[in-house]
């Protein structure tokens, strides 16, 4: 009787901590995954389209990885029905994809293409009908290689032309689409796109990048106005940044301390501060060369919400740093991963910049897969990964900051820039010879997650 007591005991105290260690995400949390126009569509020519700076990068020889293009990459232009019943059998209840700027407007100003612009209905209706909420990003790097022709993000006018093309959009989708982000990852344009060439345009030129980074926040500022302008209904205007906590490698360390601390306001302050705060950090606007006196003005527009795109942290110390570290992994892109760096990224933003409203737009890992004899892929790496993110943003939570929504990068394989095919971020396999999809172990348990709408912390 007393051993039969005994165990009895044991199951509700096991009970009660696995219900301890169980987080429940509010109910209204947003449980997606994302693509881009140019990394997915194919289509490159077709139905009135125009050449995009990736267009011309991809087809130069040596600028991506094995010769590869987005010419074709995953054929979503004709595919996309399938692929958002998939999201749909995923569980998913948002899906964040960007609109191919010249496929609606092929030289960036003047003439709209209806093809395009009717493309862009369907995707959105096919949304709706699946129950996925869409979140629409504007502008995913495929810039018009017209304007880059006159000079690209480097010409202030270009600003002014992606404000008439966001009012475009919002005029035409903003009855079905609430969430609209101007730009992701405008460091990725600035950094790889006109300094170390390694994306497109492929400039390498270190002034031209603080120009064009300013100009990016310009336009994400003109195009709010113009968005909420043109808006019939209420809309919510975001912008996605690319943003890492860097951490001393040595905490005890005061200069290290020191170089990290240096290194946040450099890197995050210098598009944190203008969006929230309408100032650069100290001696930032020196190097932008052509800072107008209501730039920031117009940068520092309200913001509904602010994306978190987070892959690893970055480490500083005085002394020499040997990757890669003991005791740590990394993933096929070479980066570090450490989930706990997320949490202390989202809170300290949350903290310093007046309790935006935050989502993790992206956030994934790149490791090879293979296909079991029975059609399985076990990606066991890529679903710790994500396992490991998803319970730090609910720590997050816990802890009184509030995350809305997390975006899985990405829905499936894809044309990853630069490194072409070689590399894959999808839960969802793409055998690119045939464009069969194959739902990786990552997805199953992220479909799970999802429509548990639960994470277990321990």
Excluded at 191 to 203: C, I, S, V
Excluded at 236 to 259: F, H
Excluded at 301 to 322: A, P, T
Excluded at 325 to 347: A, H, I, K, Q
Aim: net charge negative; proline share 4%.
């Amino acid at each position: 009787m007393f051993h039969r007591f005994m165990s009895y005991l044991q199951e509700i105290v096991i009970r009660a901590m696995r219900h301890y260690n169980r987080f429940d995400f509010p109910s209204d949390f947003a449980w997606g995954t994302g693509t881009s126009a140019y990394q997915v569509e194919g289509a490159w020519d077709k139905d009135g389209k125009g050449e995009s700076i990736w267009d011309r990068f991809s087809h130069t020889p040596g600028k991506v990885k094995d010769g590869d293009t987005g010419d074709f990459a995953c054929d979503h232009y004709y595919r996309y029905p399938d692929d958002l019943l998939l999201a749909k059998k995923l569980n998913l209840n948002s899906y964040r994809f960007s609109i191919s700027w010249p496929r609606v407007q092929p030289d960036g100003r003047g003439e709209f293409n209806p093809k395009g612009l009717d493309f862009y209905d369907r995707v959105i209706d096919e949304c709706l009908k699946n129950g996925i909420t869409p979140f629409v990003t504007l502008y995913h790097w495929d810039l018009p290689q017209a304007l880059e022709d006159i000079g690209g993000w480097g010409n202030r006018d270009v600003c002014k032309y992606f404000a008439v093309y966001a009012a475009k959009c919002v005029e035409r989708y903003g009855d079905r689409v609430k969430f609209w982000t101007t730009f992701n990852e405008p460091w990725c344009t600035s950094f790889l796109g006109y300094e170390n060439g390694y994306h497109a345009p492929g400039k390498k030129d270190v002034q031209l990048a603080a120009r064009v980074a300013h100009n990016l926040l310009l336009a994400h500022g003109m195009a709010a106005i113009a968005m909420r302008t043109a808006a019939a209904k209420p809309i919510d205007v975001g912008i996605v940044l690319n943003l890492s906590i860097t951490e001393p490698m040595n905490a005890g360390d005061a200069n290290d301390c020191n170089l990290a601390e240096t290194a946040w306001r450099r890197e995050c302050g210098a598009y944190l501060d203008p969006l929230f705060r309408g100032t650069y950090p100290a001696d930032h606007a020196a190097k932008i060369g052509d800072l107008h006196d209501d730039d920031l003005k117009v940068i520092n527009q309200k913001l509904d919400f602010l994306g978190i795109n987070f892959y690893s942290r970055n480490l500083v110390s005085k002394s020499e740093i040997k990757h890669p570290l003991p005791n740590s992994s990394y993933t096929d892109m070479g980066w570090e991963v450490t989930p706990w760096s997320l949490r202390t990224l989202l809170t300290r933003i949350y903290n310093e910049y007046d309790k935006p409203k935050l989502y993790v737009t992206e956030n994934g890992a790149s490791y090879d897969d293979t296909v079991d004899a029975d059609g399985r892929i076990v990606d066991t790496k890529r679903l710790d990964y994500i396992r490991a993110h998803v319970k730090e943003v609910a720590l997050t939570i816990k802890s009184g900051v509030p995350i809305h929504g997390y975006f899985a990068w990405s829905l499936m394989d894809n044309f990853e820039w630069a490194e072409g095919y070689s590399r894959r971020f999808g839960i969802v396999h793409v055998d690119f010879a045939t464009q069969k999809r194959t739902v990786k172990d990552s997805g199953r348990w992220f479909a799970e997650t999802a429509n548990r709408n639960r994470v277990c912390l321990n």
